[in-house]
């Protein structure tokens, strides 16, 4: 039972270009999703967040979109810089967060 | 407090071998949360505490692996006759409340099994 997903593996985009990351649900019950950021052999981190009573919010060069009807989330990168080459994971829950597969970007010079 | 610190980084065992793996999370941090991640997955929940009442256990979590947070501040996790399918990245995170708020994971405790 996959109930968040992220469709697409993977991600090549150019630098300086825009960045547009994808995530699905499935629980109606989300109310608060987040976006880590995942380089090799580190944790999770932190990037942003956004409430359901929120569709968009923005901070710096990330803006995380919400479509409550559509149960889809985006996060745009603009404009996008090789340290942003990463995996990215989007993940929602209460007491638990349920996770994403995650998206490898790539940024290219 | 420089953030949640997990120990070993590292864990090479012999598949039958047990292995005990400690989280410190971030000192004003009440709940505490152990995830598993393998290869082209994201982090799945395995348990989380709660100072130190263990409040869920996923159904990931067998009866080979234990967790505990004593007085709730550290936790260790402990995998018993390890076997090759345990092989994965055990990320440890913590957070102050529940729900509304990101958690804070640390940099994660490789084990290989061979």
Known sequence: DQQVKQNSPSLSVQEGRISILNCDYTNSMFDYFLWYKKYPAEGPTFLISISSIKDKNEDGRFTVFLNKSAKHLSLHIVPSQPGDSAVYFCASGAQKLVFGQGTRLTINP | ?114
Request: include cysteine.
């Open chain 2, 1 to 114: 407090d420089t953030g949640v610190s997990q120990d070993p980084r590292h864990k090479i065992t012999k598949r039958g071998q047990n292995v005990t793996f400690r989280c410190d999370p971030i000192s004003e941090h009440n709940r505490l949360y152990w995830y598993r991640q393998t290869l082209g997955q994201g982090p799945e929940f395995l348990t989380y505490f709660q100072n130190e009442a263990q409040l869920e256990k996923s159904r990931l979590l067998s009866d080979r692996f234990s967790a505990e947070r004593p007085k709730g501040s550290f936790s260790t996790l402990e995998i018993q006759r390890t076997e090759q399918g345990d092989s994965a990245m055990y990320l440890c995170a913590s957070t102050s409340h529940a729900g509304g708020t990101e958690a804070f994971f640390g940099q994660g405790t490789r084990l290989t099994v061979v």
